[in-house]
């Protein structure tokens, strides 16, 4: 079994370091983007195979010790999570990218207490996020590197702020109350809907967009390589917020044109355009996608926005897709499709995610993607698994 892993992480580094091809004509990379080389994705047969593997080793890891054992630690994992958030809003992991350093070092530059620090510091040492030497300097991981700012390419600090903020732990709290009534506890506890409550702070969306733009970062490779992008000449990303989807996509299909619709206060930081070289090919409109969408494009895509939404909503939403779009051309749905009874630990945590946070938002099985699309104008033509994600294509009829 080790074996198979060994080979398994090596196709997915080898994969992953190859140059991309770049087509004649292509923009050349903007300056301070990768000189010339893109990361190719790994296969995502690669990706679902060491996952798979990873699933296995958990759960025989969980046979090697009494099942009280290994609840308990599962049901303390909420100690490991705000140490991370305590870590990443701190910027540990920058610090250390310049080297070791004690925990005496690092609080001085952060501005907090040594010695709390080295505790939750050594608590994530044990955890594999750090490393921890016999002269109790800390250093970075693997894992803890990718805790680095928004600088960092794989940077995850976003969503690591995000997922254990306060406003998002009161409704963890509560999550027994949409067990009981079916409602989200978000908005049992703060008595508004999420996008309400980031209207009025909008400092806590900012971490909320930054930390889903890291989860979608972690797609985008896959399922811009996944789709026969290379048949299409312009695609209108909706709700793209600051398009990384939309980034990706044209970075690794140069013929295409791009519109990036969203809320004109999501589209402030769309730099990651410019880092891909491909600003050129990209108009920016501002807009509601309740209300109406630029027209006549070859497809639309909607990656993690039915999601958040009630059927009667999505229907609006996928209407308004349709009134923008003529026979024939292409809904890309881009979320994760989870079946009745379908037990992925990560597709599972998606659906209660959005049953924790948002007005019946949960996510959908091929079915009612399929009933969706055909009550609002579109044929389900097929659905592609990438990776953790799903590509539900429909057809407008």
Not at 104 to 118: E, I, M, S, T, Y
Not at 147 to 165: K, Q
Request: glycine share 8%; hydrophobic share 45%.
């Amino acid at each position: 079994m080790s074996a198979l892993l060994d080979r398994l992480v090596a196709l997915a580094d080898r994969e992953g370091s190859r140059p991309a091809a770049v087509a004649p004509g292509a923009a050349a990379a903007a300056p301070g983007a990768a000189s010339g080389r893109r990361r190719r994705p790994p296969p995502a047969l690669v990706l679902r195979a060491a996952g798979g593997l990873r699933s296995a080793l958990l759960r025989l890891a969980d046979r090697l010790v009494p099942p009280e054992v290994a609840m308990v630690e599962r049901a303390s994992a909420i100690i490991t999570v705000v140490g991370i958030r305590t870590a990443a809003r701190l910027g540990i992991a920058d610090t250390l990218a310049e080297g070791p350093r004690t925990a005496a070092d690092l609080a001085r530059a952060a501005g907090v207490d040594a010695r709390a620090l080295h505790r939750v510091l050594r608590l994530l040492a044990g955890a594999g996020v750090f490393s921890l030497d016999s002269a109790g300097r800390f250093s970075n991981t693997r894992l803890s590197d990718v805790l680095r700012g928004r600088g960092h390419p794989r940077s995850v600090r976003g969503y690591a702020e995000f997922v254990s903020s306060a406003w998002a732990l009161r409704a963890w709290a509560a999550f027994d109350r949409t067990v009981e009534t079916g409602r989200s506890a978000f908005e049992l506890v703060h008595g508004k809907t999420l996008w309400e409550y980031f209207a009025e702070h909008p400092e806590e969306g900012v971490v909320f967009d930054q930390g889903i733009g890291d989860l979608t970062r972690l797609c985008t490779p896959f399922v811009a390589a996944a789709y026969p992008f290379q048949r299409l000449r312009t695609v209108c990303d909706v709700a793209g917020g600051r398009g990384a989807l939309l980034a990706e996509i044209l970075a690794q299909h140069p013929q295409l044109r791009g519109v990036l619709f969203d809320q004109a206060s999501v589209q402030q930081d769309t730099s990651l355009f410019e880092v891909l070289g491909v600003a050129g090919r990209v108009e920016r409109v501002a807009g509601d996608f309740f209300e109406r969408l630029p027209e006549g494009h070859d497809a639309y895509l909607l990656q993690n926005v039915l999601h958040d939404w009630d059927d009667e909503r999505c229907a609006v939403i996928l209407g308004v897709c349709r009134r923008a779009m003529l026979p024939g051309r292409k809904l890309l749905i881009i979320e994760t499709v989870v079946e009745p009874n379908q037990t992925a630990a990560d597709r599972a945590r998606g659906d209660i995610t959005m049953m924790a946070f948002c007005s019946d938002g949960r996510q959908r099985s091929a079915a009612e993607h399929r009933a969706l699309l055909e009550r609002t104008g579109f044929r389900l033509e097929r659905v592609i698994a990438v990776a953790s994600v799903d590509i539900i294509e429909g057809v407008a009829v």
